[in-house]
């Protein structure tokens, strides 16, 4: 027998049946005749929408035994599964939808509104025949939902099987009655429940949650959620059907990938932050509340799902998903989330004894996750507070100290979560103490020491017990540094600190406390950093700017220093131990002479206080003569507004005269700093002639040539301030000087590397490059005297150990090439041959580009004369350029190899066939002679 055959028959439709029954009826006078004979027995004494079901049930069971005998893999046809899927249909249709109490699951009229005006004949059953025929009909959906190729189609229907089975699981049964009933009126409308009938139901219902059970764990999770939440939201669902299906809801949230399959089931497979914005909202909140009876228990299972959904990478939108959820549970239990979610992801950072190493692994998924948390730019309001990651910002600052000058690729997240650490006001200065050293309690956490593993990502192996003051300020230096307002706040935290510093060691040296060495060591050491930091801040336009504003901080700390030193030194004072004091006043008196809007009363009180300490105080000679210049700026300070409005207009309306007052003061007063034996004040007069150059100065201008001598003889310096002051000064002379400037820079240049006694940096180097490009450029044409110079130093500086600068050369090679018009003549060679040898041997991919980038434009610059200038040479960079495109592992060298192949390319094609030129040549003779 061909049961797809007969299937089909049983699902066919008769357009001339009178109603529904009449029309199964039909159906089965074909069918009928084809069944055995144990089979038309059994259905012989039921009525027609029975014989139906248990007809239309036999032949999916011998399918499904069909396909187990065959024990192949093949699937079956779209035709067969769709009869399938529609005798699945009408079993739930005849056997379950009909039988379901009110309020459970979703009725026909919502499921198939046409198929209502199909089954409008209700048929007169008694309690038992229904629930005779929801029991077949369910046991038989089990049934065939074991197999695979039938449980498709068993799925299409799964809403009305769960409802189905939570009835047949969790209905309340009626009480059995005391009152014995004949047999007679089992099969009437009314049913007295006897004992033995309400034991055997009871045995049933245990069954019947047993399968459902087993049809949840084989179930996809995300259509169990779904298909619950849709029972569970009928607007009449009975309490006991909500009490059961809230309890299955929650068991199967505490499943592994259970949040993932809720958050599917809501949100679909595709999450669109448009639309499902407000979904997963709900969702979450939905999670982050606790269910059940123990809401330990309850987290303990959700949270790490919740971790493991923040580092997964193969979830889209993952981390944003997972955000929203701890967002949610911060807002709705923030103990949680703090013990379940933000103590397990700081784990690696959090000191315990005995003390184990934690290892790159470990800190990588740390810092990845806590950035996921808090550095996201999807969604910032749902990111949780700072606060909460507070007790390791030691930690992290301490990895971040490891790690500032390297390439590792933490450095970036670190950075930017202790900014985000930093940026709360409330905590900056605790901040602020805890990073330099000065407080070393464990409020933030411990400091560690880190370094690097055999992968070069991070390693903790135990705490740091001896600190390193200078290298701690210099790393807060640069984070302030980056995030500009930081600055002001640490500037007046540094001001505090050193006023302390000074209140206790007079306080020390009153009550002669006895200290060891290495306690005056450490507080040495300790002090030496804080004053370098402030310097360091001193001289940034940030804190210039903000001192304006409120220079008090400033003022009240000056008066410390005086009164401390005062104190502590009776007699003759050195010059090396008032460098702050140097330092503090120059700000006050750059402060006075940018004219800035300060309080005249603030600045009196301070004169006069300078004054005093002045008549009654040892110092040196150095430091009465910059309080004498400090005082006489504020005693010609003039804040009224009519001076102001004369300031303002000297800007616009400038006397340009060699012989104005105001520029030839600016300029001597430069010159006079030149002449002074403190290194600071000699560097405040180079930046002040410098800036006096840009600024075009007619005075600067017009003594050019003594400039550039101070600027040429300073270039000698050790001290690496001044050497770059000088540098700079020079760079800003180009544009007058271009011809000389090319000669004094050129060899600097070539000779940074070997300079061991200045700090030069990467950078400052790069920035050179750059200037001689760009002063080449103002000569012209004239710049091709220069062109062996500066090929030279460029091809020199390829190199270069550090391989920015081989990359920074190699583009400033190729832009020199194009000023010269490509006019390179017999060094053209020798260009070649380098960045040949770069090609095929640099091990870094960015000096490999800009190498390719220089063949390029010198391809372009040439055309067609690349074939004559280049002749055989050309042969080798072509197969370096070639095995480039085919063999090397960055995807964008690859790119700029294929575009200079291409260059030469579109040369040889142009050379071979280029068109010809249609011209026609026209001789003019000579007129004959007259005789």
């Known amino acids: ?193 006897t004992m033995e009938e309400y034991q055997r139901l009871q045995n049933r219902q245990k069954e019947f949650h047993t399968k459902f059970i087993s049809l949840l764990h084989n179930c996809p999770q995300y259509l169990c959620f ?204 605790k901040l602020y103490s805890a990073f330099l050293g000065h407080d070393t309690s464990a409020e933030f956490g411990d400091y560690v020491t880190a370094q690097f593993g055999p992968t070069s990502g991070l390693e903790i192996t135990g705490l740091n017990k001896n600190l390193k003051y200078e290298e701690l300020a210099g790393t807060v230096f640069e984070l302030v540094s980056i995030a500009k307002d930081l600055s002001p706040s640490l500037f007046c935290y540094m001001l505090k600190f050193l006023s302390n510093i000074n209140k206790s060691s007079c306080k020390v040296e009153r009550q002669k406390v006895l200290e060891t060495e290495d306690d005056k060591v450490e507080h040495i050491a300790m002090q030496l950093a804080a004053h370098k930091l402030l310097s360091q801040l001193a001289s940034t336009s940030t804190i210039q700017d903000a001192q304006v504003k409120n220079p008090t901080p400033l003022l009240s700390f000056i008066k410390s220093l005086f009164d401390a030193y005062t104190k502590s030194y009776q007699g003759k004072t050195e010059e090396s131990e008032c460098e702050m004091l140097y330092i503090s006043l120059m700000l006050i008196k750059f402060l006075v002479e940018k004219k800035a809007a300060l309080e005249i009363d603030l600045l009196k009180d301070f004169a006069t206080f300078l004054e005093d300490h002045r008549r009654n105080s040892n110092m040196p000679m150095q430091l009465k003569s910059l309080i004498d210049e400090v005082v006489a700026c504020i005693v010609t300070y003039d804040p009224n507004e009519k001076s102001r409005a004369r300031i303002e207009e000297r800007k616009y309306y400038r006397d340009m005269s060699i012989n104005n007052p105001t520029t030839s003061n600016k300029f001597d007063e430069a010159i006079r700093d030149l002449a002074d034996p403190l290194l600071p004040v000699r560097a405040h007069g180079l930046v002040t002639l410098t800036k006096l150059v840009e600024n075009k100065d007619p005075c600067a201008v017009a003594r050019k040539g003594i400039v550039l001598r101070l600027f040429q003889e300073n270039l000698k310096h050790e001290d690496s301030f001044v050497y770059l002051a000088s540098i700079n000064g020079l760079c800003a002379l180009a544009t007058a000087f271009p011809k000389e400037i090319i000669e004094i820079l050129m060899p600097e240049y070539i000779d940074m590397p070997n300079r061991a006694d200045a700090e030069i940096t990467v950078e400052t180097r790069i920035k050179l490059g750059e200037i001689l490009v760009k002063t080449t450029r103002a000569l012209g044409e004239m710049s091709v005297v220069h062109k062996n110079a500066l090929v030279n130093g460029f091809l020199c500086a390829t190199r270069d150990a550090d391989p920015l600068v081989r990359a920074s050369s190699l583009s400033c090679l190729g832009e020199l090439c194009k000023v010269l018009n490509f006019r390179l003549g017999n060094i053209l060679v020798e260009i070649l041959y380098c960045i040949t040898c770069i090609i095929k041997s640099d091990k870094t991919p960015e000096c490999r580009r800009a190498a390719v980038l220089v063949v390029t434009l010198l391809f372009r610059g040439l055309g067609r004369d690349t074939l004559n200038s280049l002749g055989s040479d050309l042969v080798d960079l072509y197969r370096g350029l070639k095995h480039l495109r085919d063999n090397d592992d960055d995807p964008v060298l690859r790119l700029h190899a294929q575009l200079a192949l291409e260059e030469i390319d579109h040369i040889v094609r142009d050379f071979l066939s280029a068109p010809p030129k249609l011209e026609k040549k026209i001789f003019l003779l000579d007129p004959p002679s007259i005789p």
């Open 1 to 193: 027998m061909d049961y797809y055959e007969v299937l089909s028959t049983l699902i066919s439709s008769s357009d001339d049946a009178k109603n529904f029954d009449d029309k199964l009826a039909r159906i089965l006078e074909k069918v009928i005749p084809l069944l055995p004979d144990d089979v038309r027995q059994s259905i012989r004494d039921v009525n027609i929408r029975d014989q139906y079901l248990q007809t239309i049930i036999y032949m999916l069971r011998n399918i499904k035994e069909d396909d187990a005998k065959i024990d192949t893999d093949a699937p079956i046809s779209v035709k067969q599964y769709h009869s399938i899927k529609i005798a699945v249909e009408l079993i739930v249709s005849i056997g379950i939808i009909p039988f379901l109490l009110p309020g459970v699951g979703v009725g026909m009229a919502k499921l198939c509104p046409k198929a209502l005006n199909i089954f409008q004949e209700e048929e007169e059953l008694g309690c038992l025949e229904k629930y005779k025929r929801l029991c077949f009909s369910t046991n038989s959906l089990l049934d065939l939902f074991d197999d695979l190729n039938l449980r498709p189609a068993v799925l299409s229907q799964i809403s009305p099987l769960m409802a189905a089975l939570l009835q047949l699981s969790h209905a309340p049964l009626v009480k059995p009655s005391s009152k014995v009933q004949q047999s007679s009126n089992v099969n009437k409308q009314e049913f007295h429940m």
């Open 226 to 429: 779904r298909e619950l939440m849709v029972i569970l939201g009928m607007q009449n669902a009975p309490k006991w059907l909500r009490k059961e299906t809230q309890n299955y809801l929650i068991k199967t949230l505490v499943q592994p990938n259970g949040v993932l399959s809720l958050i599917a089931a809501i949100c679909e497979d595709d999450l669109d932050l448009g639309t499902d914005w407000r979904k997963l909202e709900t969702v979450s909140k939905l999670i982050a509340a606790s269910h059940g009876k123990n809401a330990e228990e309850y987290y303990k299972t959700i949270c790490p799902q919740i971790l493991d959904l923040l580092s997964s990478g193969n979830i889209s939108h993952s981390s944003m998903i997972a955000n929203c959820c701890i967002k949610a549970l911060y807002d709705y239990n923030s103990n949680a989330c703090q013990k379940y979610i933000v103590e397990v992801i700081c784990a690696p950072l959090i000191t315990k004894e005995p003390y184990v190493v934690k290892s790159e692994k470990e800190i990588e998924q740390c810092i990845e996750s806590l950035a996921k948390c808090f550095l996201t730019e999807d969604a910032k309001f749902k990111h949780l507070p700072c606060t909460v990651i507070l007790h390791v910002a030691t930690p992290l600052f301490c990895l971040y100290n490891t790690v500032r000058e390297s390439a590792c690729i933490l450095k970036t997240n670190l950075r930017q979560l202790l900014l985000k650490i930093l940026a709360e006001e409330t905590t900056q200065e």
